[in-house]
């Protein structure tokens, strides 16, 4: 009792404070990734501002964190050190004739003597400013990492109540979007899916993925609060809800590859919530009682309670997509199955995305660059009026982009 009584010292006082900073500064920095992180391209607004707020968020982390935080940080933060650096070495200029020998440069070293052009030196990228971009666009993840380091181990479920949060106001975004149809100033970016609830981000399967990730965080926190016994008997559940209202909203949204990473989740969050019921800590008298009664559970009714209870999600997954499939409205669901055209023109694609691939895969084109290269080798059979700015496969594009090294680097994350 005498300790209890006791008044904290100065160096804890300092520590509470500390630590009560780093909660807030997560929640800040949440906040204002989700407010102005949700887009991709380079010409958006905001994008400055959250690069500047990232630097500032990284050097306060920094300032607050212990030296051992690091620690564990030593692996990711390399590897964005070293996409940093190559990115820098893909902006360095080479000699002309260097410059000309490299893939896909021949037809513009034509020109150029045709054109009777001095001789430039010209980087690796054949986009620079894009591949500036890229480089700039590092300082939000690097500040993530740092964000997150400089809250205590102890706080940390702190980041998955963060998550789950920036799914919920991302759904709320939707909703609105919704009603306010495809003008509707819900909408944060001038070019987005404006048919799609895309909430917080411009493209719909960003959104799909962040709810994916959101069912993860909620299941996790279930578990927690399972397994910590807190005593809060509506948090379960509440975040059993919003588990529900994330996957009918990737029902809603649009994005198949959404769909099957929102289903995976869910069956996820289901096993690690069953998990926790089974090995829950229990009072002694309760588990003897269930000792003694264990042959109960072998008769037909619980084999069949248990079944179920293990089918249930893949039951309710496939339930609502028949629901949804059949509902005759613009769905995942249907555009999984009936497909909208844009699948079979990314199928037409492969070929040359392929070829490209194929011929700069050593050094890369240049991050950011993609857009600008196909441009060069794209036939005349698939001119359209939109132009075809990814490649739509991750793993071809850091190949058209980075090359060798950019693969090597993401080798070493895996």
Request: aromatic share 10%; proline share 5%; charged share 15%.
């Amino acid at each position: 009792m005498d300790a209890l009584m006791k008044p904290k010292t100065k160096m804890a006082r300092l520590d509470d404070l500390t630590i009560r900073r780093a909660i807030w500064m997560v929640g800040a920095f949440v906040a204002i990734v989700a407010l102005m992180g949700g887009g991709s391209r380079y010409d958006i607004s905001s994008a400055p501002l959250l690069r500047a707020a990232s630097i500032l968020f990284a050097a306060v982390s920094i300032a607050l964190m212990p030296s051992r935080a690091l620690t564990g940080l030593r692996v990711p933060l390399a590897l964005i050190a070293a996409l940093a650096v190559w990115m820098g070495i893909q902006l360095t200029p080479l000699p002309p004739s260097l410059w000309a020998s490299l893939p896909l440069r021949g037809p513009i070293w034509e020109i150029d003597q045709l054109l009777g052009a001095p001789e430039h030196w010209r980087p690796i990228s054949m986009a620079p400013s894009l591949t500036m971009n890229s480089l700039l666009s590092l300082c939000v993840p690097f500040a993530a990492f740092l964000v997150a380091a400089a809250l205590p181990a102890a706080e940390r479920v702190r980041l998955w109540w963060a998550i789950w949060a920036f799914g919920l106001a991302s759904v709320v975004f939707g909703l609105l979007q919704i009603m306010g149809g495809p003008r509707s100033v819900f909408y944060l970016y001038r070019i987005t899916n404006d048919t799609s609830p895309v909430g917080l981000f411009a493209n719909r399967n960003h959104h799909a993925l962040l709810l994916s990730i959101s069912i993860l965080a909620a299941g996790w926190l279930i578990s927690n609060e399972i397994l910590s016994r807190n005593g809060r008997p509506l948090v379960v559940p509440a975040l059993a809800a919003s588990i529900v209202l994330f996957f009918l909203f990737t029902l809603v949204i649009g994005s198949r590859m959404g769909l099957i990473c929102g289903a995976a989740s869910t069956i996820m969050a289901y096993a690690v919530v069953r998990w926790s019921y089974r090995f829950r800590a229990k009072p002694i008298n309760q588990a003897r009682t269930l000792q003694r009664g264990r042959h109960r559970s072998s008769d037909r009714f619980g084999v069949a309670r248990r079944i179920a209870l293990n089918v249930l999600p893949l039951v309710l997954i496939v339930g609502l997509g028949i629901l949804f499939y059949f509902s005759g409205r613009d769905n995942t669901v249907g555009r999984l199955f009936q497909g909208d055209g844009v699948e079979e023109f990314r199928i037409a694609t492969l070929a040359t995305v392929t070829a490209l691939m194929k011929q700069v895969w050593l050094l890369g084109a240049g991050f950011g660059s993609f857009a600008r290269v196909y441009q060069i080798v794209e036939p005349d059979a698939l001119l359209r009026e939109a132009y075809f700015n990814q490649a739509h496969n991750d793993w071809f594009q850091i190949v058209i982009e980075g090359g060798l090294p950019a693969v090597l680097i993401f080798a070493g994350g895996a």
